[in-house]
C-alpha cells in the first residue's frame, strides 16, 4: 500500500532524507527546501517495479554491485537526480510517464552520470545547486509578474522585462556549465538501452517535452527541467542518436506496461486523490490496471464491502499477484478483521518476487492487532523478517517496539525504539534509549552489544 491512509511513509521520510544527503545534494527543485526534507514514499510494488527497470540498466552501466538504493519521493512533479549511492525518483515523474521506457531511459541518464563520477564532483554540484536556486527564484518572480501584467501594463510589464533577462542570463551561464556531464550522460544512457536492447525514444520523448516551452507556462516548473536545461542542440544530437539504433521501434513487453499502468494508477489513487485517480481509470477503463484503481478507490474514499470483492476479483484474475493479496491485507485490516487479514498477508509474503521487507511487517502488524501471546510472538518475528530484509524502515521499529512492550520485554522494547531514532538519524534519542535498554540487558549479550554499537555511534551524517 502507499502511504497516504497510514501514517507510516511520510514520517519515514522526512527522517530518510537526513540520513545521507548531507553535502552531496545535488539537483532538486528549490535547493534549499529540498535540503531540509524530502518527503519519501515507501511501496512494495512500485519499489520493485522502479527496480526491475533499473536493474538491467544498472548492469549494462557496471553499477549493478553498487548497491545503489532507488528511493520514491512523494511529489507530483517531475524529478529524478543522484545523490551518493541512491536514486530519486519523483512520484510525479512515474504518474507522467506512460511507457516503462519513458522512465528506464530518464535512469539510464541519471546512470550515465554515476557512472561519470559526475556526482564525486562536490564542490562543482554545490555551486551548480546555488545557481539553479538562483534561477528557480528567478523563474518564480518572472511567472508571478507576468500575471500581474495581465490586468496592467508599465512598471509590472518592466519588471518582467528585467527578470527574464535575468533568469537567461543565469540560464546560459548553467548550460555552458552542464553541458559536458549532459552530453556524456546522454551518450552513456544511448549505451545502456542499446545493450539492454531498448529504445531511445521514451528518454527522447521526455527530455523533448522538457524543451517545449510548455513546461515553462504555469506556475509550477518541474525540477528536472531546471536541472536539466535541454537545449534544442541537445535533444537534436539525441534523437540522432536514438533513431540510429537497431532498437528505435521497440516497445515495453506487454506486461511490464501493465505493472506500470497499475502504479500509475495507484500514485493517482493514492498520492493524487480520488479525482486524478478516476481522471486515469477513465482511460484505462476494462483492463486489469482500471480495475486496480477502482477497487483502491473504493477501498480509500468509498464502501469497504464493495472494495472486498473488487480485489477478490482482481485476486482471480491474477491469482500470483502479491500486491493485490496486500491490497486484500489492507481491506481487511480497515474492515477490522486481523485473522483474515493475516492471511492475506502471508500470501503478499509468499508471493512477493522482490522480498520487500514492508509485507512482512504489514503481517507483523496484523499479527499484532490479533493480539493472543502466540500471535505477538508471530508479529514480533515477521517484523524482525521485514527489518533484516530493510533495515531503514524506521516505521517498522516503532510496531517493534510495541509489540515487544505487549508482550512484557521492556528491554527489547527500549532497543527497538532506540534501532528506530538510529535510522531516523535522530541519534541522541537512540543513545538515550540505548542506554535505557542496557540497564535492563546482561552485559555482553547480543542486544547489549547492538546497544552499544549505538551508544558508541559517531554520526558523521553518514550511515
Ligand atoms: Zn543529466
Do not use: C
Not at 71 to 83: E, G, M, P, Q, R
Not at 246 to 261: C, E, I
Amino acid at each position: 500500500m502507499l502511504s497516504r491512509p497510514r501514517s507510516t511513509i511520510a514520517e519515514i521520510a522526512r527522517v530518510f532524507a537526513t540520513l545521507s544527503l548531507g553535502l552531496a545534494v545535488t539537483v532538486a527543485s528549490s535547493v534549499t527546501a529540498f535540503a531540509q526534507s524530502v518527503p519519501v514514499v515507501r511501496d512494495a510494488e512500485i519499489e520493485a517495479l522502479v527496480r526491475d527497470y533499473a536493474r538491467p540498466i544498472f548492469r549494462a552501466a557496471g553499477l549493478a554491485n553498487d548497491g545503489i538504493d532507488i528511493v520514491l519521493v512523494n511529489d507530483s512533479s517531475f524529478n529524478a537526480f543522484v545523490t551518493g549511492r541512491r536514486l530519486f525518483i519523483n512520484t510525479g515523474a512515474l504518474m507522467m510517464a506512460e511507457t516503462p521506457n519513458e522512465i528506464i531511459g530518464v535512469i539510464a541518464h541519471e546512470a550515465g552520470h554515476i557512472a561519470g563520477g559526475h556526482q564525486q564532483k562536490l564542490r562543482d554540484q554545490l555551486e551548480r545547486a546555488k545557481t539553479m536556486a538562483i534561477i528557480a527564484t528567478l523563474l518564480g518572480a518572472g511567472a508571478m509578474v507576468a500575471g500581474a501584467t495581465t490586468n496592467s501594463r508599465g512598471l509590472a510589464g518592466a519588471g518582467m522585462g528585467v527578470a527574464a533577462g535575468g533568469g537567461e542570463m543565469a540560464q546560459r551561464s548553467i548550460l555552458a556549465y552542464q553541458r559536458t556531464e549532459e552530453t556524456t550522460a546522454d551518450r552513456s544512457a544511448i549505451t545502456y538501452l542499446n545493450a539492454t536492447g531498448q529504445s531511445g525514444m521514451g528518454m527522447l520523448k521526455t527530455f523533448a517535452r522538457f524543451q517545449s516551452a510548455l513546461s515553462l507556462s504555469g506556475t509550477q516548473v518541474d525540477p528536472y527541467r531546471i536541472s536539466h536545461p535541454m537545449p534544442q542542440e541537445r535533444i537534436a544530437n539525441l534523437e540522432v542518436l536514438v533513431k540510429q539504433s537497431p532498437n528505435v521501434g521497440k516497445v515495453d513487453p506487454p506486461a511490464l506496461q501493465q505493472r506500470h499502468d497499475m502504479m500509475r494508477v495507484k500514485i493517482a489513487v493514492y498520492m493524487e486523490g480520488q479525482a486524478a485517480g478516476s481522471r486515469l481509470m477513465r482511460k484505462m477503463q476494462g483492463t486489469l490496471a482500471g480495475l486496480y484503481g477502482d477497487a483502491q478507490s473504493t477501498y480509500l474514499y468509498g464502501n469497504i464491502a464493495a472494495a472486498l470483492a473488487k480485489t477478490n476479483a482482481l485476486i482471480k484474475a491474477q491469482p500470483r499477484n502479491a500486491y493485490f493479496q496486500e491490497l486484500r491485507g489492507d481491506i481487511l485490516m480497515k474492515a477490522n478483521n486481523p485473522k483474515d487479514a493475516a492471511e492475506a498477508y502471508v500470501r503478499a509474503v509468499s508471493l512477493d518476487p522482490a522480498r520487500s521487507g514492508l509485507l512482512p511487517v504489514s503481517l507483523g502488524q496484523a499479527l499484532m492487532a490479533i493480539g493472543t501471546p502466540d500471535s505477538l510472538k508471530k508479529a514480533v518475528a515477521q517484523i524482525n523478517n521485514g527489518l533484516g530484509r530493510d533495515k531503514e524502515n524506521s516505521i517498522g521499529y516503532r510496531y517493534l517496539a510495541q509489540a515487544y512492550g505487549e508482550l512484557g520485554d521492556i528491554p527489547g522494547a527500549e532497543l527497538a525504539t532506540a534501532e528506530g531514532h538510529f535510522y531516523s538519524g535522530n541519534y541522541k534519542d537512540a543513545k538515550i534509549f540505548a542506554m535505557r535498554a542496557q540497564q535492563q540487558m546482561k552485559r555482553g549479550e547480543p542486544r547489549w552489544i547492538r546497544a552499544q554499537d549505538i551508544i558508541n555511534y559517531k554520526s558523521s551524517g553518514k550511515i
